[in-house]
């Protein structure tokens, strides 16, 4: 019985500690057969311990170069939909124009419809207008698919701000430059770098987009799609694994850098 009032008193706390394991066992998995050595082609089975992957991860070809790809492409895709996606909705939250609900609805459909049927719509929408398909058409489709999350974000933190704010900065005399400077954009920050991760995550990561639209070029999801048809090398998995790494100690040093300001405001 005391077992059973111990597992009731923290069923929320296992519940959420189990939904976790379950979500990182893949990544588990990735990063233990990343010191695999695979004695065929496919790195299904454990062999033995090897770090020779790690010692050499650009050991195959062109795996570093649709990398380094993917990441200028995700970097630009970011870059382009936040910009526009920032604008977007500070527009559709502060101001009122005809069709405001219509676009506000429009904003959800990217985010609501199958990846194929905009990458088939864009792939149509590209060979009717004579464009060759490449970097440049993969970075378009990358930007219309991440917009909508970055609007949503930006917006939902905008609409969040107190108004009294800017109102007090211009009766201190504060220009609109400064006041969206000094104010506006502080404030809106957390909203932007939201939607800016979303954004990169979503494009380094897209697949079926990229593959419609990508023609000749070759990112790093269609590398590992390619790959696995021949034979899937280790040195995916060590990418991966840093990957997994490089996030984890990003949201570990946000995560104490913000309690460190919530003690000093404190």
Known sequence: MALLRWIRRRLVVIAGLLTLAYLLL???????FSFNEPKGRFNYEWQNFSTEAWRDPCGVAD??????????????????????????????VRYRFRA????????????????????????????????ELGFRTVLIAHVMFCLSFVVTAVKARVMSMDPRLEQAAQDLYAGPVQTFLRVTLPIAAPGIAAGALLSFALSFD?????????????????????SAQRGTPVQINVIGTAMFLFAVVF????????????????
Not at 70 to 77: D, E, F, I, K
Not at 206 to 226: E, K, Q, R, Y
């Open 100 to 131: 405001r609900g219509a676009v506000n609805s429009l904003i959800f459909l990217p985010m609501a419809m199958p990846e194929v049927v905009m990458a088939a719509s864009l792939l149509t929408l590209f060979l009717n207008m004579g464009a």
């Open 206 to 226: 897209d697949f079926i987009i990229t593959n419609f639209n990508a023609g000749s070029t070759v990112t790093f999801p269609l590398f590992v799609w390619g």
């Open 26 to 32: 893949p990544n588990v998995v990735v990063t233990v």
């Open 63 to 92: 795996l570093c170069g649709s990398l380094a790809l993917s990441l200028q492409l995700a970097g630009w895709a970011t870059l382009g939909a936040t910009v526009l996606g920032t604008m977007i909705a500070f527009a559709l």
């Open 251 to 266: 949201v570990l040093i946000v995560t104490v850098l913000g309690h460190r300001r919530s003690k000093q405001r404190a």
